[in-house]
């Protein structure tokens, strides 16, 4: 099979991307390469309706966040379990904050925070109105100050 291109130009551009924004919230590496690698195969799959789409990253963003959602809900001990390898303390607490969030809010915040795209691209991969997405970035925003405002680090 002879893949277009592009998709193999998508892949060298965002792939690194895609795996930051997935470990940066399910902190497995193994999970994270997997979701990955799915949701490429996922795009490469539909490819004929995606490659014009100006926010195919963000499509393959949240369908890799999605994937891993789905394999830690089916082995969520082994989340548990998880050290934060040397990460900081306050990037654990930050990370830990940012899981508890609601499944829509924890989107946005890694769209836009770890995968830095702007707001646009943020709520076209998240399928929604740039007002709802500004809206669920606010909340979260909201939600974490409030839970890490009593956390104090020296």
């Not at 792939?15 to 497995?28: I, N």
């Not at 499509?59 to 966040?65: D, G, N, S």
Request: proline share 3%; charged share 30%; glycine share 4%.
């Amino acid at each position: 099979m002879k893949i277009d291109p592009r998709f193999e130009e998508l892949y060298r551009r965002e792939h690194g991307a895609v795996f930051r924004a997935v470990y940066a919230l399910c902190r497995d590496r193994s999970a994270a390469e997997e979701a990955t690698q799915e949701a490429f195969a996922r795009a490469l799959e539909r490819w004929r309706r995606l490659r014009d789409r100006p926010w195919v990253a963000g499509w393959v963003t949240v369908t890799a966040l999605n994937a891993a959602r789905r394999a830690l809900r089916r082995s969520p001990v082994a989340m548990a379990a998880k050290d934060f390898d040397d990460d900081l303390e306050q990037s654990a607490d930050l990370w830990r904050a940012v899981r508890s969030l609601p499944h829509r809010q924890q989107e946005a915040v890694v769209l836009r925070y770890v995968a830095d795209l702007p707001l646009s691209e943020v709520a076209a991969a998240m399928g929604c109105a740039d007002g709802t997405a500004k809206s669920h970035l606010a909340r979260a925003r909201e939600a974490l100050r409030h839970q890490l405002e009593g956390l104090r680090y020296e």
